[in-house]
Each structure stands twice: as structure tokens, then as C-alpha cells.
Nanobody, 127 residues
Framework: QVQLVESGGGLVQAGDSLRLSCVSSGRTSSKYAMGWFRQAPGKEREFVATISWSGSGTRYADSVKGRFTISRDNAKNTVYLQMNSLKPEDTAVYYC????????????????????WGQGTQVTVSS
């Protein structure tokens, strides 16, 4: 079992930056691709970014490409989401997720591929 805890959310103005963190604990000896998803009120949870276990593979939703950067530090069991040039449409609860993988370069973009989820952290961007 793996537990994921997100932090770093908050209320910011359009154009500001935030960095989200997700710390994992528990069965961290396995390899996990990690991802960030978000869910705005009344909308489906959507993919934001993913990173492979090795860190060499990343993928982003078109809506955040060029503004958000996902990274990880396996020694600290932590994955980050650096969010720059935030827009009001980025307002959502952001969730960290982990997916067990066999290969170090595997990335996951589908919500159904993820085994573990955090409780989420609220990000609110005012105009």
C-alpha cells in the first residue's frame, strides 16, 4: 500500500506561480510512474502531467504544456508540479497519483492506469 499526500496549493492571482508537492510513503520500493490530475467543480477529473520512474519521460496535457513542469526526486519520494503563468481556468483540486510499472521509462496518461491517489490540494487562480 502506498500513501500520497499533496501540498502547496493556495489562492493566487493570474500570472502567478505555485509549486505542488506530493510525498509518497509505504511500499515505495516498487517502481511507480507518477501523475498529476485535476478536477474543477462540475467537471471530470482530467490528466495534467505524468513522469516516468526514471524521470526521463514526461507528458503533458495540451492546456498546460509550456507552463507546467513535472519533476521527481526518488531519494525523497517526492514528485513536484511547477505551475507558472497560472490562469483562472487552472482553478481545480489537484491530485497526485501513482501507477506501478515494470519499466523505468513508462509514463501513464489514463486515470484508469493509476493505482494510488492522494486526497488533493486546492488551487484557486483569481483574475
Amino acid at each position: 500500500q502506498v500513501q500520497l499526500v499533496e501540498s502547496g496549493g493556495g489562492l493566487v492571482q493570474a500570472g502567478d506561480s505555485l509549486r505542488l508537492s506530493c510525498v509518497s510513503s509505504g511500499r515505495t520500493s516498487s517502481k511507480y510512474a507518477m501523475g498529476w490530475f485535476r478536477q474543477a467543480p462540475g467537471k471530470e477529473r482530467e490528466f495534467v502531467a505524468t513522469i516516468s520512474w526514471s524521470g526521463s519521460g514526461t507528458r503533458y496535457a495540451d492546456s498546460v504544456k509550456g507552463r507546467f513542469t513535472i519533476s521527481r526526486d526518488n531519494a525523497k519520494n517526492t514528485v513536484y508540479l511547477q505551475m507558472n503563468s497560472l490562469k483562472p481556468e487552472d482553478t481545480a483540486v489537484y491530485y497526485c497519483a501513482g501507477s506501478r510499472v515494470l519499466y523505468t521509462n513508462t509514463v501513464r496518461t489514463l486515470r484508469s492506469d493509476y493505482d494510488y491517489w492522494g486526497q488533493g490540494t486546492q488551487v484557486t487562480v483569481s483574475s
